[in-house]
């Protein structure tokens, strides 16, 4: 499928790309179940983030010596009991370093864990809904293993099987810079169209998530270090050690603001990274003056999520727009 392309329906739509890519979601079935039939049997919605160009085509990402590169765990302060590890353990939380990664010769693999099961829905507009990057890496394998299930102990509930995830969405993606005007201040946008599954057929897991196909949401970056929760989202976020650490010259873009633009998308390349996505619309074309537009032609040998992650994931929800 590739990064796609995007049109432009007005002369000037007031955007600026920062970064093309594709995007991928899954859900994990709650522990105990080895399928999901509803919304919920839902334990956890994923997003997966692919950068493959954009204005720089350097990027920068926490560097794997400070620690945090595939680092264990998948919690927060408000859901710190209800998941166990997830993704390779190489170690606790560590300092800031920095790795340069060419994003147009060298795949770069954002793991993203949602706060809640679905996205924010796109009738309901400003609603925000928080999420983390727990994993930042450069080898397929580190997300694979994000992905897989696990048996594990529990003191109080005794043996608990941890089902593995499951693939429903495949597309193009785009960070926006939506330049500032007198009256709307400098933001950033996460805009995407799905490829898979196809706009024809069934689309349960699909619709129950609020994985349109297509939306806009502006994305605002968690400043680790000012106080908790923001925007009426309800959340306590992550705790103090798991928490992301910018480099100084990117803590210094946000100030003393609570929240800042995803400006410039490294943001997302630093495990512990909070970020708000804020539903905005769901009509790309309407809201921004453009179009996206996947490079593939629909059918099953374009797909790239089974290109990349292979029968390492059941990936009937994406094929066929139903549960397992």
Avoid at 167 to 173: K, R
Avoid at 318 to 324: P, S
């Amino acid at each position: 499928m590739g990064q796609g392309k995007e049109v432009k329906t007005r002369p000037d739509p007031q955007v600026e790309i920062q970064e093309r890519g594709e995007i991928f979601f899954f859900y994990r079935p709650k522990v105990n179940k080895e399928e999901a039939h509803s919304v919920d049997d839902v334990q956890r919605l994923y997003i997966v983030m692919r950068p493959e160009s954009g204005e720089n085509p350097v990027e920068e990402k926490q560097d794997p010596l400070s620690g945090k590169e595939g680092s264990e765990k998948e919690d927060s302060e408000e859901d710190d009991n209800k998941s166990s590890s997830s993704g390779s353990k190489k170690g606790g939380e560590g300092g800031h370093g920095v790795e340069k990664v060419n994003i147009e010769k060298q795949i770069l693999l954002r793991f993203i864990v949602m706060g809640k099961k679905s996205l924010p829905d796109p009738s309901k507009k400003s609603q925000p809904f928080w999420g983390f990057v727990e994993l930042v890496t450069t080898n397929v394998e580190d997300v694979k293993e994000a992905l897989k299930g696990e048996e594990y102990q529990t003191k109080t509930q005794g043996h608990r099987h941890k089902p593995p995830a499951r693939a429903v969405g495949e597309g193009i993606y785009r960070i926006l810079r939506h330049k500032p005007t007198p009256t709307r201040k400098h933001h950033t946008h996460l805009v995407y169209k799905l490829e898979f599954p196809s706009r024809t057929g069934e689309h349960e897991p699909q619709e129950s998530m609020n994985i349109e196909p297509e939306g806009s949401f502006l994305i605002q970056v968690r400043n680790p270090e000012q106080g908790k929760g923001g925007r009426g989202s309800g959340f306590r976020g992550l705790k103090r050690k798991r928490k992301a650490q910018f480099p100084a010259h990117l803590q210094a873009h946000l100030g003393h603001t609570r929240f800042g633009a995803a400006d410039p998308p490294d943001f997302l390349n630093y495990e512990g990274c909070e970020f708000l996505l804020i539903s905005a619309s769901d009509d790309i074309e309407a809201e921004l003056g453009m179009e996206l537009e996947p490079d593939g032609e629909g059918d099953e040998s374009s797909c790239d999520l089974v290109k990349t992650f292979g029968d390492d994931v059941d990936a009937t929800p994406l094929l066929r727009g139903t549960w397992d």
